[in-house]
């Protein structure tokens, strides 16, 4: 989802500089709220007391996928419920 995008932003703003940094939901979080990075793509609502410093700019809704191995019990079945 990221890579494309970026990279058509990059196209057309030669001059602007990209760092892309991946890892956990809280780390995003920190470097958010420390100013280390300036954009970020975490889940919403973050619930947090510090949270108040971030704002949501865009909510993006995207199918959530269950995965199994394909030996797992669950991959033989049609569907699952709660």
């Known amino acids: 989802m990221l890579a494309p995008a970026l990279a058509q932003f990059q196209r057309g703003h030669p001059r602007v500089e990209c760092y892309v940094r991946a890892g956990s939901h809280q780390r995003m979080v920190e470097l958010l709220r420390d100013g280390v990075v300036e954009l970020g793509l975490i889940a919403w609502p973050y619930i947090d007391p ?3 410093e971030l704002t949501p700019l865009l ?3 995207e199918p959530v996928v269950l995965a199994v191995q394909a030996r797992h019990p669950l991959a033989q079945q049609h569907s ?3």
Do not use: A, N, P, Y
Request: proline share 0%; no cysteine.
């Open 80 to 82: 699952v419920t709660q």
């Open 59 to 61: 909510k993006l809704s």
């Open 50 to 52: 510090l949270s108040v």
